[in-house]
């Protein structure tokens, strides 16, 4: 396993009123968001990036406005329309 030193001054966890592990659990989700939303892992990777479940990860995607389909909401409704016509012929 491969770690990752960051080193940070104590003003971000005054300004964020976190505890250092909540501070580092939280910039792990959020650079494994962040690498998920680029494409350049998969939710299963970003997962254990994140140290959780894939699942609960899935279910964070969703808080932060991203979708564990690689679609956007617009995408979806998009195809949702092209169904429907392609049915109707």
Known sequence: MNTLHIKYP???LWALQQEP???EREARLLLAIKL???GKLTTGLASKLADIPRVTFIFLLGQ???SPFGETP???VKD???ARQARRR
């Open 80 to 82: 949702l329309k092209h």
């Open 64 to 66: 932060y406005g991203l």
């Open 21 to 23: 592990k909540e501070f």
């Open 74 to 76: 617009k995408d979806l």
């Open 36 to 38: 998920y939303e680029s």
């Open 10 to 12: 104590p003003e971000i």
